[in-house]
């Protein structure tokens, strides 16, 4: 559907070695790709599907550096000052 991303899990080499010699596989044995990219340090994925509604998914991954311009974070104080979020 245009406009929204693919997602793709494929097993990666190392899960492919399990199949072949009947081991079970983990997380860590597959790729996860939104839209052709890999998301690296994936700690948790949540998938739902329904029959009435597009299947929907949500992710945890570990970041090294966290970077918001100054912008972005005088958007969000108004945010939260309008909304009186603190």
């Known amino acids: 559907m245009y406009g929204l991303p693919k997602l793709e899990i494929k097993l990666n080499e190392r899960g492919k ?7 079970i596989t983990e997380m860590r044995d597959y790729d996860f790709l939104v839209d052709g990219y890999e998301i690296p340090a994936l700690q948790h994925i949540k998938i739902d599907f329904s029959k009435d ?3 929907t998914a949500s992710f945890d991954f570990s970041v090294g550096e966290v970077e918001i311009d100054a912008e972005t974070v005088n958007a969000i104080k108004t945010i939260i000052d309008l909304y009186e979020l603190d």
């Open 53 to 55: 509604e597009l299947p």
């Open 17 to 23: 070695e399990k199949v072949k010699n009947n081991n």
